[in-house]
């Protein structure tokens, strides 16, 4: 039985599809459990272009899974920068500001997209031009109306479009820029036998706002410990293996579900759970938070805050049972399974 907090991406039907690609939206609408976050599959074929546009509502963060392209950024005061993408890197869009994504690579591109808002809202270019007159838009540049007489216009967005060629990355794109990161060239946060992560947040990142991501990896020995996070919620992908998640909601309701690729799962702010490997291979993940810089309270670091005594009256139970756990000073965060999965 599928849980209300689990969405299908992969296996869903795409709400945009044109010989460019397609895109595949996971947001309130569809995905009720989703609060103030939400996440789109876009997938770009050779030559596919996601039209220049805009979100008034939401900024951006997205995550290269294969392929590779070209994003232009285009914001205040005549900001523009234009960089590559790769597997494995990320960029980021401020809420309002002008961006593209193109493939200049051979085969698909496909990126894993999230956003601060449950229902993202946009503006492209194809329908913002084309709402307007053929003489309001030769006003704008000084030209005659009879020069957009053959230009094809709607209101409604095209989305992904189409390049006449391939062609190859501008040599300016291959610049630094801010808007830019390459998460998995970065060292990781932490690293056991039960897994890693590396972090995509603000105190490496300064630019983002409003989001953040970890690229979590448990192997087959591993387990995210039970934890939560006290002002942030959280929006997984599921990009290799398979796994349990276990969520306790305010009522004592608790769901538990296995997630597999291409499997999104929402946690509201502050719920308690965790994620278990039990596949054979390393478990992937794309954690996604609806803050910059997330935080975190594991059971590992904070069971231990309390005395004996305490924990004992909790429990109905003789404090002298609580004697067995240790005392961390900080959560582990990963921790290497002991026992066999149940």
């Known amino acids: 039985m599928d849980s209300p907090n689990v969405f299908h991406l992969l296996s869903a039907k795409p709400q945009v599809s044109t010989k460019g690609g397609t ?13 103030g976050m939400a996440v789109y599959r876009l997938l770009l074929h050779e030559r596919g272009v996601r039209e220049p546009h805009w979100h008034p509502n939401s900024n951006e963060l997205a995550y290269c899974l294969r392929g590779k392209g070209v994003v232009t950024v285009f914001g205040n005061y005549g900001e523009r920068e234009t960089f590559t993408v790769s597997p494995g890197e990320m960029f980021f869009v401020p809420s309002g500001y002008l961006h593209h ?64 060629s391939r062609g190859d990355a501008p040599e300016y794109a291959y610049f630094q820029s801010k808007y830019k990161y390459n998460v998995e060239a970065a060292f990781p946060l932490l690293a056991n ?3 890693w ?20 990896r448990i192997t087959d020995k591993g387990m995210r410990e039970p934890h939560w996070h006290p002002v942030t919620a959280e929006m997984g992908y599921v990009d290799r293996g398979r796994a349990r998640m ?18 999104v799962y929402f946690i509201p702010r502050a719920y ?34 309390y005395s004996n005594e305490v924990l004992g009256a909790t429990f109905d139970t003789d404090p002298e049972v609580f004697e067995m756990l240790p ?13 066999p999965r149940d």
């Open 23 to 35: 895109r595949t939206n996971a947001t309130k609408s569809n995905f009720p459990a989703l609060r």
């Open 101 to 164: 994504i193109e493939n200049t690579g051979k085969g698909d591109m496909e990126l894993i997209i999230a956003f601060s808002d449950g229902e993202p809202e946009e503006f492209g270019l194809s329908a913002s031009l084309g709402c307007m007159t053929d003489a309001v838009l030769g006003n704008t540049w000084g030209l005659k109306s009879k020069s957009f007489s053959g230009l094809k216009r709607s209101p409604r967005n095209i989305v992904i479009g189409m390049k006449k």
């Open 193 to 195: 036998d039960g897994g």
């Open 197 to 216: 992560a590396k972090v995509a947040r603000k105190n490496v990142w300064p630019v983002l706002d409003g989001l953040s991501m970890y690229s979590l």
């Open 246 to 263: 276990t969520l306790l909601s305010p009522d004592g309701s608790v769901d538990t579900y296995t997630l597999g690729r291409g499997d």
């Open 272 to 305: 308690p759970h965790h994620i278990e490997n039990i596949g054979r291979e390393a478990l992937r993940f794309l954690v996604f938070f609806d803050q910059s810089t997330p935080g975190d309270i594991g059971f590992t670091g904070s069971v231990r805050a």
């Open 327 to 339: 005392e961390y000073h900080e959560d582990l965060l990963i921790v290497s399974r002991v026992n």
